[in-house]
């Protein structure tokens, strides 16, 4: 059953189209992730569903009820902002309880259940001290919490881990999707990070300009990607752009500025149009030959221990990526010298411009 | 005692002052395991002698000397100037016993006169306070919070130039209008609400409307200041929460900016207590403000030692009363300064 709907959705400011025509549903229980760039409308969504921001068309659907006219403080959502936004002249234990003050739930119940939200974000013992005496990952804690009081039907978060540093992040990714899962609330969360929407995500919407380029689950959008947008922006990916010269079975050759290269033609297109040729680096191979071959000069080798990614000066100037698993690092050419990639059709991809 | 003995103290007291602020420097106390310089090492010999000497005249000659004198002389009896520095300029409380009993000496009657007025002036400015902050609190929030940048600079505007106008000025404008055949009056008529003039001077409203615009301009800035640094997520967060408007105020916004509400509410309230231009101009005949009185000691009956005595009064009685609700609020006065 969808518990969020969103239907035919624009939201314009002024001549600018922040989302233009979305539609979408949200099942119950889902971990669902919006992943984007900056500005390409994801926020503009979760503040039409929140009730902050009224759609210029369209509807949006909360549990089968439309929501339109119903403001902010009146839906079945609740959310974490980027900021947190916590109440700083509060202490932990009231933060939390706020929303059920708000609706005058009785300071014995309330009590109660905010007793269980600090046991369930581990923070039993926190619950007398200010905010500003918390550490990132409490507060963060604290927020869900705070957002959880209230028992809404869709939590929504706005980029709640960006302002925390790298360990921490992975760290709450973890607790975040263990949280989800305890409380089986549905979260709507909102990334430009594709790691932290890759790693919590039951499905992710691919947002780009105000358009939902691609929804499916972290395999999908990353092993097959719809557009040339979801291709490059989810993952690192070779790009060769060119133009379609045959047509043989499900694959096809593309004619681009590096020479002729064959890959998958999933997307049936024709002789003559433009296109796209993805492959990405973990499937290029070092000095050997294959279906497809490129040569050009050795410019860089970026060891990172378990992996090492390979930079190639192909003539046109361009650069092309080959990430090799292992340690083949000595075996990479010196930089300058003049080195070859290969790879299997089956692996490389054709999408349109 | 006699009073003259008084003044080699007053003119010994920078000097002692400047030894003061010297010795505070060279032994500034520093954080322990902290090599942090000097206050002279930091600053340069020149530069720390000029900062030492400066903030000692400026604090001196401007705010404490002037107020020290304004002291000593209320505790001075009023003598015809032949016989100031002879045997009977000598300390008194005459000019605190005349604020109470209305005479130097004899204390049967009461002064009621003045101790009204003076406790009508501090009930009123209180009043003006109060509803300068009812006043300004939703055009401040409105300001700091809702507008678009564009439309705050236009209110910004509007809200100044008003007092590029100087305030006997603005009181003669408000008396025109306010006056039995002023503008207000006329529309009232014409429009059938009353078929009588009403009398706003003589009651009083021209006063408190005076007075409640002359200093409305302090509440805004004070209140705008600190809601402007309200994070206007945390807004958000409340009504996410599913707090109506009113509790969103009253729980997280007014809380929030205590510290301004009570500078902008300190600064209206002293200003009003101490005001005289609007008093003078827009009071009526039956009007009891208390710094046209104290203005009457100096000039009308031309007793400066009486005056010295009453400004004391009124501004010991300001001070005290705002410690007090300070106190009450639980702020310190180094918060609403910020």
Redesign the interface.
Same mark, same amino acid.
Do not use: K, M
């Given at each position: 059953m969808a518990d969020v709907e969103i239907d035919c959705l624009t939201v314009q400011f002024g001549s600018f189209t922040a989302v233009k025509d979305v539609s979408l549903q949200i099942r119950q229980g889902e971990f669902f992730s919006f992943l984007g760039p900056s500005g390409c409308g994801k926020t503009t969504i979760l503040r039409t569903i929140? =009730? /902050?921001q009224d759609p210029t068309n369209g509807a949006v659907r909360i549990g089968g009820q439309d929501m339109s006219g119903i403001? $902010? @403080? #009146?839906r079945p959502?609740?959310?974490i /902002? #980027? @900021?947190l936004?916590? /109440? $700083?002249?509060m202490t932990v234990f009231e933060n939390i309880g706020? =929303?059920l003050r708000?609706?005058g739930v009785p300071k014995a119940n309330r009590d109660r259940k905010v007793d269980e939200l600090l046991h369930l974000t581990a923070l039993s013992d926190q619950g007398h001290k200010k905010i500003e005496e918390l550490s990132g990952g409490q507060k963060q804690r604290v927020a869900i919490a705070?957002?959880l009081?209230?028992e809404p039907k869709v939590l929504l978060l706005d980029e709640p881990l960006s302002a925390l540093d790298l360990k921490l992040r992975q760290y709450m990714r973890n607790e975040l999707r263990a949280i989800q899962r305890r409380v089986g609330v549905t979260f709507i969360y909102i990334t430009h990070d594709q790691g932290e929407a890759l790693t919590m995500s039951d499905r992710i919407a691919v947002m780009n300009r105000g358009k939902i380029e691609q929804v499916g689950n972290g395999r999908d959008v990353y092993e097959y990607p719809q557009t040339s947008f979801v291709a490059s922006f989810v993952g690192e990916n070779n790009g060769f752009s060119g133009t379609i010269t045959k047509i043989s079975g499900d694959q096809a050759e593309i004619e681009t500025s590096v020479g002729r290269l064959v890959g998958l033609n999933k997307k049936s297109l024709v002789v003559g149009a433009k296109a796209i040729l993805f492959i990405r680096p973990e499937a290029m191979q070092c000095g050997a030959q294959g279906e497809n071959n490129l040569s050009g000069i050795a410019a860089d080798a970026a060891y990172e221990g378990m992996t090492t990614h390979l930079t190639m000066k192909v003539h046109d100037g361009s650069s092309i990526i080959a990430t090799l698993t292992g340690a083949p690092a000595l075996e990479f050419p010196p930089q300058g010298s003049s080195v070859s990639f290969a790879f299997a059709t089956r692996d490389a991809l054709i999408l349109p411009v | 005692m006699l009073s003259s003995a008084g003044h080699p103290f007053i003119f010994i007291l920078p000097f002692i002052a400047i030894v003061i602020f010297w010795v505070m420097a060279k032994f500034e106390p520093k954080p322990v395991g902290v090599t942090q310089k000097s206050f002279f090492e930091r600053n340069g010999v020149p530069v720390a002698i000029y900062l030492i000497v400066a903030v000692t005249f400026w604090s001196l000659f401007m705010i404490v000397l002037p107020q020290l004198f304004m002291v000593e002389m209320s505790f001075r009896p009023k003598l015809p100037q032949i016989e100031i520095g002879g045997p009977k300029d000598l300390y008194t409380f005459e000019n605190y016993h005349y604020f109470i009993y209305g005479s130097t000496t004899i204390s049967d009657a009461i002064n009621w006169v003045h101790i009204k007025a003076f406790f009508l002036t501090i009930f009123a400015s209180l009043l003006i306070a109060i509803f300068n902050l009812a006043l300004c609190y939703p055009l401040a929030f409105y300001m700091a919070q809702v507008a678009p940048a564009a439309r705050v600079r236009f209110f910004l505007l509007l809200l100044i130039a008003p007092y590029w106008v100087n305030e006997i000025l603005r009181a003669f404008a408000l008396r025109i209008m306010l006056s039995s055949n002023g503008l207000i009056n006329k529309i009232l008529i014409g429009s059938g609400v009353v078929d009588q003039p009403v009398d706003f001077i003589g009651n009083d409203i021209a006063l408190y409307a005076g007075l409640g615009y002359a200093y409305m301009l302090l509440m805004i800035f004070s209140l705008y200041n600190t809601i402007e640094t309200l994070?206007h !997520?945390?807004i958000? !967060? !409340?009504?996410?929460?599913? !707090?109506?408007w009113w509790?969103i105020h009253t729980f997280?916004v007014i809380?929030?900016i205590k510290p301004g509400v009570a500078s902008g509410c300190t600064l209206v309230f002293m200003l009003s207590a101490g005001s005289l231009a609007a008093p003078l101009v827009l009071s009526g005949p039956r009007s009891l403000w208390f710094t046209p009185i104290v203005y009457d000691r100096f000039n009308q009956a031309f007793n400066w030692p009486q005056g010295a005595a009453y400004a004391l009064i009124l501004l010991i009685a300001c001070v005290t009363f705002v410690l007090f609700v300070l106190r009450l609020g639980r702020l310190s006065l180094g918060e609403i300064a910020k």
């Open positions: 929140s =009730g /902050f403001g $902010p @403080n #009146q959502t609740a959310l /902002f #980027q @900021n936004a916590l /109440f $700083p002249l706020y =929303g708000v609706r705070r957002a009081a209230v | 994070d !997520a945390q958000e !967060a !409340a009504r996410d929460l599913g !707090a109506p509790h997280i809380p929030f």
